[in-house]
């Protein structure tokens, strides 16, 4: 278990957009959350004050990644194909939590359903479905 | 460019200098029209989402496409009012060419009274090579739902 918390860790240490973001993982046996803590950089209206929903789609996104990583334990970071982000409530000036779900993982496609919270989890703030690529045997534009 | 026209561009470039994570980003305002808008941002190392190759993170592209759509919505509406995403969907095409600015080209097709419609597009090169494709839904006039998050007693 703490080899896979090593992994991760060493993963999001190692992309600067992550490091940018200041984003964590805590592992529960197989199960990740991912942690965003708020500050002044991710506020996208300074105003309510809120946070950028760029921000709260790549932070779901990076979880969906880090959930493949744990589950798959993929060697090359997957592709992402598409995403579907809703957005439920303004993320308030707090800490963002996510969690992921894998719904299918094929020989070459996994769909990821991914859900952000801040207070109560049974309150997300944020929703995010997305397709993977797992193995770049060729580029879809190169047919 | 009549006075109100000059008030929506100035109310959707504020939009880019006004957001502290736009300023981290660089995200720039580039062209501007009626419900249409371009935004660049320059390749910066924070933004890299592959290590191994210098690709920037799907998130940047994320953030800078929906960024573009606001904007493209401000400068579709008659007057200001508070905007908030409520759905964006992405297709991505291909990865951004590292070290090469990328472009979030938006157009706001139509504007209802309490929703905006817009589509997006981002490239590094040309329109016609797009890196991801966007479609996003905005509510309008999103301030009222946030007075009442606001009320402390009403936030339980």
């Not at chain 1, 709260?56 to 090359?76: D, I, P, R, Y």
């Not at chain 2, 290590?51 to 799907?58: E, F, K, L, M």
């Amino acid at each position: 278990m703490s080899d896979a918390a090593d992994r991760l860790s060493a993963m999001l240490e190692r992309i600067p957009y992550a490091r940018f973001l200041n984003v964590r993982a805590e592992l529960a046996g197989d199960e990740m959350t991912m942690i965003l803590p708020f500050g002044n950089h991710i506020v996208g209206n300074p105003m309510l004050p809120a946070i950028h929903g760029g921000v709260l789609g790549s932070f779901m996104e990076m979880t969906a990644l880090a959930q493949l990583q744990v589950k798959e334990g993929q060697a090359k970071q997957p592709r992402v194909i598409d995403v579907s982000i809703e957005y439920l409530r303004s993320g308030r000036p707090l800490t963002t939590y996510a969690r992921a779900e894998i719904k299918k993982v094929g020989r070459r496609i996994a769909n990821v359903h991914v859900e952000a919270w801040q207070e109560q989890r049974a309150q997300p703030i944020a929703a995010l479905r997305a397709h993977f690529l797992l193995e770049q045997v060729e580029a879809p534009t190169e047919g | 460019m009549s006075d109100q026209d000059a008030i929506r561009h100035n109310m959707a470039q504020g939009m880019s200098q006004g957001s502290p994570y736009a300023r981290e980003m660089g995200f720039e305002l580039v062209s501007m029209d009626n419900g249409a808008a371009v935004m660049k941002a320059e390749y910066k190392d924070i933004m890299v989402g592959d290590p191994d190759t210098g690709v920037i993170a799907g998130g940047v592209v994320t953030g800078l496409l929906d960024h573009a759509c606001g904007s493209a919505v401000h400068l579709a509406m008659k007057e200001f009012k508070i905007i908030a995403t409520l759905d964006l969907r992405i297709d991505y095409m291909r990865a951004a060419k590292p070290n090469k600015p990328i472009f979030a080209k938006a157009e706001c097709y139509k504007v209802t009274r309490s929703v905006a419609f817009v589509r997006a597009l981002a490239y590094d090169e040309t329109p016609d090579d797009p890196v991801a494709a966007a479609s996003a839904a905005f509510m309008l006039d999103s301030s009222s739902g946030r007075h009442r998050l606001a009320k402390p007693e009403a936030k339980s």
